[in-house]
């Protein structure tokens, strides 16, 4: 597949950094950058303790890379599926963060398809506030837990990415139960996962449940095309992204 064009969101994006880096140096972003894909990598035991958003140069790069990074894959997955032909009646994001995967999939469906957004994170919900509002989606978004959402109803798009290998056994268990309920009532459900095999040691018992339910399983990996800004970022820090590459989970 080719890259795709990112010209879009360039002026997002150069927003986005500039907000980002009026109190913080590119150095300062760069490094905490580094620090937060050690953590990822390395030391995930202490994500449920909120370490990747502890300090504001965590946060800030979060914001500025992990966010706009998701936005793309959640993009290009949805291109791939074909999730917004017919657009959804509405999206719902659970355990939104910045607010990426939901304006990604509302953004691919139309003008008029909002976003109701959860997060257990105050400062994510004020991050997603401020991206939908630049990116122009509408949105409802709240701090609360991702498990207990209201779920399920015609016409409803579902979105997970990136949150669900956060949750413990028994509240993702739970979930579980509640997507596939909800996929009867007529809603949608996109799951988006890292593609390596370390945090989400559940995938296989969900992929199992998703097919099941008439629903699909994929490993994606796209060409990755970035704002220029981000791009620079993304190798300063060491990354040095040549693909976008992620797994996914769809009940259409």
Same mark, same amino acid.
């Given at each position: ?89 509405? /999206?719902?994001?659970? +355990?939104? *963060?910045?607010? !990426? #995967?939901? =304006?990604?999939?509302? @953004?691919?469906? $139309?003008? %008029? ?37 209201? /779920?399920?109803?015609? +016409?409803? *798009?579902?979105? !997970? #990415?990136? =949150?669900?290998?956060? @949750?413990?056994? $028994?509240? %993702? ?41 008439? +629903? ?37």
């Amino acid at each position: 597949m080719s890259a795709r064009p990112v010209a879009e969101i360039e002026a997002w994006y150069a927003d986005l950094e500039a907000r980002h880096l009026a109190t913080l140096t590119f150095t300062e972003v760069r490094r905490a950058l580094q620090a937060l894909s050690s953590l990822y990598v390395e030391r995930r035991d202490r994500l449920s303790r909120g370490a990747a958003l502890d300090g504001a140069g965590k946060r800030a790069a979060f914001a500025m890379f992990y966010g706009p990074l998701h936005f793309l894959i959640v993009r290009e997955i949805v291109r791939a599926l074909g999730a917004s032909d017919p657009p959804p009646r509405r /999206l719902v994001d659970l +355990g939104c *963060g910045t607010g !990426a #995967a939901g =304006a990604a999939w509302a @953004l691919e469906s $139309g003008p %008029r398809v909002a976003v109701s957004g959860i997060d257990a994170s105050g400062w994510a919900i004020g991050e997603a506030e401020w991206n939908l509002r630049a990116l122009g989606v509408p949105a409802t978004l709240r701090r609360g837990d991702l498990a207990s959402a209201p /779920l399920g109803a015609a +016409g409803e *798009g579902i979105v !997970a #990415a990136y =949150a669900i290998n956060e @949750l413990d056994d $028994g509240a %993702r268990a739970e979930l579980l139960r509640r997507l596939i309920a909800a996929h009867t009532k007529g809603s949608r459900v996109l799951v988006v996962e890292p593609i390596a095999r370390r945090p989400v040691p559940f995938w296989s018992a969900w992929a199992d449940a998703f097919r099941a339910a008439g +629903g699909r399983d994929d490993t994606w990996r796209f060409p990755a095309a970035f704002p220029e800004r981000m791009k620079l970022l993304d190798k300063a820090a060491g990354l040095d992204h040549r693909e976008l590459t992620a797994r996914s989970l769809w009940l259409p």
